[in-house]
């Protein structure tokens, strides 16, 4: 039998590490998630590599310890934990409970303490263990049977210490590691220490006398500033030594028992790291992010009365039904809808159900079936049918007539499950069975259509769930208040989007390869300067070589370390540009290669070679505030700030000659809506006059008259104005700016101060919250917040800030939408032969001919003002040229 080996993890310390070291990282729900997803990677590392049969996660269960006890500054100089962090935490461990990772926190006692305690019964058991932490305090844990993994480089690389390596390394013990800290302190945890001792002092004191005890007591063999230094702080010397002692004898509950892993738990773990979006953590575990069926056990399937129709008398039968059809699925294959293959489709009455396979469905014989699904007359409730209206289309099979989209219907019910599946579905509405599309297909490379029998009987069995979906449905709907929003805005503008996506935008294929080799001189010139000023030829795209002639030959200060040396990536660059001239080539050249290899190289991939252009997929049921997401490809995200970036819009060009491309976008929609929202005075006067807000706002907090106005105090205005429809904190927005947390705070402070209604608002929709469990937009859309009354801190303050920003964000969302509505409608009745092409964020682009340039340049912007009537104007600015560049 294999040996027992227990890890410990100390939670906090890893956590706060992870944060630190991992880029930004947000999900569809908008809560950062970049702690977690380095904790998780670095766990599953550690399980992979080391085989635990035993595993703790320990966290430290609040601020005060028994420490604080004997000395009240200990850990009193350390910043507030930011919320970008202090919100990640219970997601954290919520994630570790559903993959089956034990964890442990008691009060009055730190992680270091639990982990010591049970270290100590482990190794007095002769079990082996090893203590994951980037704490040095954890080495005094060393012995014979405990190696300490210490985290060296972000989250990524460990380093294993035992009484042998630590000795290698500091000729110390492990229990001389507390008289090492005893001497010199440490200033993250406000251990005092003796003042002017650092490490190769406190080593060489430790090396003559072995301990604090004994250094103090040596003193007078000592000279000088050192003995008046040791004998004045004594006293500090001996309380930092035990300060820094790890308490060993802790009162565990847990028994080693409660700290068997065997493995992860494959049914929660899949769901909850799919919830996530951890995507490509699900893929490296081979899991399933479908969620179990909570509660009582689904209904078995019933034994459905189903037809195959694949011609002849069958096929006339499924005709003859189509006016009892109450819904239907369209099965396909692929992610890009534009490039899907047709599976089949399943139509269902309330009591029987018929599946048409593709290739009969393409056939003479099944000519009414196709006028039927092209009839906008003939009521249509399914699963995805915008994705199946695009899918159709690219066979040439027209398709109308939408009227209940189940997916889209339980996306608005709620916004925070992404793309919710219909097995998950019917599963939550308690009906019979569904089997998993990848049961039937199988999962990626494995996917295979099934025999006839087994694929007709799955995809009918899909059609019969959208039947029992639908009703309760309507239902949850009628009883959340948002059936309107639902048949007069989201269904509606599904039909919309395919519209404009099945149209496409043109794109100038000899711009963009022009643009490429424009984009490759620029590159190729700014290797060439960066190669002369470093002196030497290296790869640009290595963080090794990069590292080297950065730090090493031309001695630029190290920001921060990685497993392979020296960190480059962005944040690093972005701190050192004032430092050297070639950082900022460096961050050009990697602009330029991103923008050539995403937007050039991918823009080329993505074209369709029967139409020229591109046709993106918008997903309405991605982003928990309402907003639509691009892809296939997405160009929402085109870098616009840079010049370089605005040069792809060129290739953008209308599709007939003589035409033109025109832009509208709406001007601060977001603040617009906090004015209307909030009801602030300030706010609102500076709308009612047009005036620019940024520089209102800097008036107003820093008591200055507009033309004192700088161009800093404007930035810090605008990124405080946007940053408070964010939920922005002070630590968000000393990131931003560039400046101290302190300076951060206060500055949100004097905003406060300025705009009181703003305040109020922000106090009042938090109250709402917390009664009513959700909140709306001004259409009524919801977002639930079952984290808004939690006895966590961190849980409660994030579902605070949602709070606070869903009603702008989602209102601004439902603006623009209403105005894709009433846009499409005035073009229509107009008899207009102007097309809208994309919607991009707050701007809506349309492909308009010359003599109907004029009334578009008024039409536009009127039906955007006027989407929805709020106590301040929206305003919407027109631009339009011979592309989508000029038209900016």
């Known amino acids: 039998m294999d040996k027992d080996k227990l890890i410990l993890i100390d939670g906090n310390n890893v956590i706060y590490r992870a944060f630190f070291a991992m880029p930004p990282l947000t999900n569809t729900a908008g809560q950062q998630t ?95 263990v090893m203590i994951v932490s980037g704490d040095k305090d954890m080495l005094q844990l060393a012995s014979d049977h405990t190696k300490i993994a210490l985290i060296r480089k972000g989250v990524t690389e460990i380093e294993l210490y035992g009484p042998e390596e630590i000795r290698s390394k500091y000729d110390l013990t492990p229990e001389q590691i507390i008289d090492l800290k005893g001497l010199m302190g440490d200033a993250s945890d406000n251990i005092p220490g003796v003042p002017g001792v650092g490490e190769k002092t406190a080593l060489k004191l430790l090396a003559q006398f072995g301990s604090v005890e004994g250094v103090i ?54 769901p909850a790291l799919a919830k996530l979006e951890f995507k490509s953590l699900l893929e490296r575990l081979n899991l399933s992010g ?6 009582e056990v689904a209904a078995p399937a019933p034994e459905l009365d189903i037809v195959i129709a694949a011609g002849g008398s069958e ?88 009227v209940h989209d189940v997916q889209l219907a339980a996306y608005l019910l709620d916004p925070t499950e992404a793309n919710q599946n219909l097995s998950d579905l019917v599963a939550k509405y308690g009906l019979p069975h569904l089997a998993a599309d990848e049961e039937v297909f199988g999962k990626g490379a494995k996917y295979k259509v099934p025999e006839l029998a087994v694929l007709g009987a799955h995809v009918a069995a899909k059609s019969a769930a959208v039947l029992g979906v639908v009703p309760k449905q309507e239902q949850d709907l009628a009883d959340t208040a948002m059936l309107k929003l639902f048949h007069d805005l989201e269904m509606p503008l599904s039909r919309i989007l395919a519209d404009m996506e099945k149209q496409g ?46 730090f090493d030959k031309l001695g630029l200060p190290v920001v921060k370390k990685t497993k392979t040396g020296y960190s480059t990536d962005a944040e690093v660059l972005e701190k050192l540009a004032p430092y050297h001239d070639i950082v900022q080539m460096i961050l050009q050249y990697r602009t330029i290669a991103k923008l050539q290899s995403t937007y050039v190289e991918g823009l080329l991939k993505e074209i369709a070679p029967s139409t020229g252009k591109v046709h993106t997929f918008y997903r309405q049921t991605i982003a928990a505030t309402g907003r639509l997401s691009s892809q296939f490809p997405n160009l929402q995200n085109i870098p616009i700030r840079l010049e370089e970036g605005r040069k792809i819009r060129k290739v953008f060009v209308p599709s007939e ?73 002070d630590y968000g927005l000393s990131q ?52 808004i009354n939690a006895s966590n801190f961190n849980q409660r303050s994030f579902a605070e800030r949602t709070a606070m920003n869903t009603p702008i964000q989602g209102t601004a969302a439902d603006i623009i939408k209403l105005a894709m509505i009433h846009m499409d409608r005035a073009l229509f009745e107009r008899g207009l032969k102007s097309r809208m092409l994309l919607q991009v964020h707050d701007e809506l682009v349309f492909e308009v001919p010359e003599d109907e340039l004029e009334i578009m340049k008024t039409l536009v912007p009127e039906v955007m003002e006027a989407a929805l009537k709020l106590s301040v104007p929206l305003k919407a600015e027109v631009s339009y040229g011979s592309d989508w560049y000029e038209a900016k």
């Open 736 to 787: 931003n700016l560039n400046i101290t947390r302190k300076e951060a705070a206060k500055f949100i402070d004097a905003y406060f101060e300025v705009f009181q209604g703003v305040r109020r608002y922000m106090d009042d929709i938090v109250k709402e919250a917390r009664k009513a469990g959700y909140v709306t937009t001004l259409l009524e859309r919801r977002r639930y917040l079952p984290e």
């Open 505 to 550: 935008i043109l794109v100038n294929q000899d711009g963009l390869k022009e643009l490429g080799r424009e984009f490759e001189r620029t590159i190729a010139g700014l290797v060439e300067q960066i190669y002369e000023i470093a002196g030497t030829e290296f790869n640009l795209n290595s963080t090794k070589q990069l590292g080297e002639i950065l």
């Open 657 to 729: 000659p003589g035409w033109s491309i025109l832009a509208a976008d709406y001007s601060q929609i977001e603040l617009r809506v906090l004015a209307h929202i909030s009801d602030d005075a300030r706010l609102k006067d500076a709308f009612l006059h047009d005036m620019d807000i940024h520089t209102k706002t800097a008036m107003d907090v820093f008591g200055v008259p507009a033309e004192a106005v700088d161009s800093n105090m404007r930035r810090s205005a605008k990124a405080v104005n946007f940053g408070i429809v964010y939920g922005i904190s």
């Open 34 to 128: 970049n702690a977690v997803y380095g904790f998780t990677t670095m766990l599953l590392r550690l399980i992979e590599e080391h085989k635990p049969t035993h595993l703790i996660v320990a966290f430290d269960a609040g601020k005060v310890t028994f420490r604080h006890e004997g000395y009240q500054d200990y850990k009193g100089g350390r910043q507030k934990t930011p919320p970008e962090l202090s919100e990640q935490f219970p997601l954290l461990k919520d994630l570790l409970k559903n993959l089956g990772v034990p964890q442990y926190e008691i009060v009055n006692y730190e992680a270091d303490d639990i982990i010591g305690t049970i270290s100590r019964e482990a190794d007095e058991a002769g079990r082996e």
């Open 217 to 270: 007591a040596g003193t007078g063999e000592l000279k000088g500033k050192m003995k008046e230094k040791l004998e004045t702080h004594a006293d500090d010397a001996v309380m930092s030594k035990k300060l820094a002692t790890i308490f060993r004898e802790v009162p565990l509950t847990h028994s080693w028992e409660d700290m068997k892993f065997s493995g992860l738990k494959s049914d929660t773990a899949g």
């Open 315 to 402: 096929l006339d039968a499924a005709v003859a039904a189509l006016p009892e059809v109450k819904a239907l699925h369209v099965e396909t294959y692929g992610d890009n809808p534009h490039r899907s293959e047709v599976i089949g489709v399943a139509l269902s009455t309330p009591e029987k159900h018929y599946f048409v396979p593709f290739e009969t469905l393409k056939s003479g014989e099944a000519e009414a079936l196709r006028a039927w699904l092209a009839d906008e007359k003939s009521p249509k409730n399914g699963y995805d049918l915008h994705r199946a209206d695009l899918a159709l289309h690219w066979q040439g099979i027209p398709f109308a007539g939408a």
């Open 290 to 295: 479908h969620a179990p069926v909570d509660g």
